[in-house]
């Protein structure tokens, strides 16, 4: 039985130190596919953060 309410949520990481390697575009291409491949009913939170300011 699948329950909504009692689903961890799960955390996907794209990091590398080099900048222009894609990662923000991964990121937000990844989360689309995996709401899509649920067909609407999971939800994505897409968190960037550049260390290099």
């Known amino acids: 039985m699948n329950d909504k309410k ?3 949520p799960m ?3 794209l990091a590398t130190g ?3 390697s894609m990662k923000t ?3 937000v291409f990844l989360a689309c596919a995996l709401v899509d491949q649920s067909r609407g ?3 994505a939170l897409v968190a960037d ?3 290099q300011g």
Do not use: F, H, L, Y
């Open 6 to 8: 009692n689903r961890e």
């Open 11 to 13: 955390v996907i990481a």
């Open 18 to 20: 080099k900048g222009g």
């Open 25 to 27: 575009t991964s990121a």
């Open 41 to 43: 009913e999971q939800r």
């Open 49 to 51: 953060a550049d260390v």
